[in-house]
């Protein structure tokens, strides 16, 4: 077996171990983490993992995107 298989095998595992930690990071904290301060006060059983936390939460970060290139634009005209 060539090093640069056995490099190439284990370089991969770890750029999946990175990208699967980053994906984890960025939807569980940042997305579901907001989705679910806003599902809170509707549903109070309501757990960070529920698919609603994600719905609002991805919600929440396309109306701040959208604003924000709305508040780019006015500024830049």
Known sequence: ???EEV?????GGIARFLGRWLVEL???????????L????FRPQAAPE????LLAGLCFW????????????????
């Open 1 to 3: 077996m060539p090093v």
């Open 7 to 11: 490099m190439g095998g284990v370089l």
């Open 26 to 36: 960025v939807l569980g904290v940042v997305v579901q983490g907001v989705g679910w």
């Open 38 to 41: 806003l599902v809170r006060p």
């Open 50 to 53: 529920d698919s609603a936390c």
């Open 62 to 77: 396309c109306v701040a995107a959208a604003g924000g290139v709305l508040a780019w634009r006015a500024v830049a005209a």
